[in-house]
């Protein structure tokens, strides 16, 4: 049976970690390779690398990192973070990365999504998705949820599928930082209306956040970054108690 | 020892590379047939679409020379659909080293299967030490059907075949090369198979 993915995301600034409290208000958790390698052996089923300062001049770091991370780590990865071009995408799956995740540049340019499954497959295309409920609509956001959109997170997600991406990675704006729990009634929704997987994201705090994105939120895998960089939940106690409450886990 | 992955412009197989790397072998990325055909071993990766895949092992002749090598030969991912007869993905043929016809999911579920999920019913020396149920990564939209040749089944909506060997041919759905220390175990067993078949 194909188990629920817990993913520790590494927000990436300059080459070192850092998480975001609603975006904001940075504080440094570590060397990205030392934590990858170290996810890894503690039970972590795959890693999300954010570069949440992205520019083009920085862009040889971050390939930098990729290629570090790719030799020592053995389980699969996804780079995000300011990625607009087929080019770009190509060296860092060449580096080593096994998917990229593209947020802003879907938005402005959709045929982004086409290009990229269709050269590279599907499966390395993950769709990130920042919205915001408002008034009991929900709107996606633009660059790390700053610009608001008049578009609609669930047409947009249709439509993302119907143009080649493989997963998509659901962020609640609402719920990020929070530590009050995910957007469950949303990814539900969600998990409905497309055929791909669903990565929730924003508002973990506790065990029973993400049962409740599993089963409530019909979730395929959950992310996490600040819980499990500061050691509030450890990755292999989390998976032991989903595991209790029949939801299936890699352990 | 001489390992050779088959560099036809496919997918991420700098990863592979690194998996071989951590276990102390230098795996010579290559596209050039006298030098596949002389290594002691071979690995087949492949990530992307089929029918493009098998277009540009058909323009680099690499089509005709795999299904004629004598050494171990290890297909992952599209690299083991592509040595099946055919694949419903762009409707193309494949090299037809196993004899099954590769299929898509249905709708039932959710297409690709991306993560973990055991694997079973083990039969090959590959998968020495390894335990049964053991977990593997996958990443893919269509599957080999159960077969003759299966040596490891994987249930996604219908029990399928993760893996497959005929010969001196192996072939695995799952990543090795991602799939932790046991995967890297799997790449270590098809590093100690018996050269000549």
Redesign the interface.
Known sequence: ?????IVPCLDIKNGRTVKGVNFVNLIDAGDPVVLAKQY?DLGA??LVFLDIAATLENRGTTLDMV?KV??QV???FTVGGGISSVEHVDAL??????KVSINSSAVKRPDLINELS???????VVVAIDAKQIDGEWFVHLAGGTIPTDIKLFEWAKEVEERGA??ILFTSMNHDGTKAGFANKALAYLSDLV???IIASGGAGNVQHFIDTFTLGKS??ALAASVFHFGEIPILELKQKLKENNIPV?I | MKLVIINYGA??I??IQ??F??LGVEAVLTNNIDEIKAADKVIFPG???ASSAMRMLQESGLDKVIPTLTQPVLGICLGMQLMCNSSEEGNTKGLGIFNVDVKRFS?QV?????????IADLKSDLFKDIKEKE?M?L???YYAPTCNEMIAKT??EVEYASALQKDNFYGVQF?P?????K??KILENFLKLKTNN
């Not at chain 1, 049976?1 to 993915?5: A, E, G, N, S």
């Not at chain 2, 959710?110 to 055991?118: E, S, T």
């Not at chain 2, 090369?177 to 220390?181: A, D, L, R």
């Open positions: 049976m194909l188990t629920k993915r890894a089923d795959e290629l790719a030799k053995n389980i699969p799956l060449k580096c080593g990365a096994d269709q050269k590279f497959g599907s499966q390395c493989g997963e055929n791909i997987p395929d895998a890699r | 997918g991420n700098k990863s690194f998996a790397k951590r990530v992307g679409e709708n959710k297409v690709p299967q991306m993560g973990w999920n055991v977990f990564y990443v893919h939209s249930d996604y990543h090369e991602k799939s932790g220390i995967g890297s």
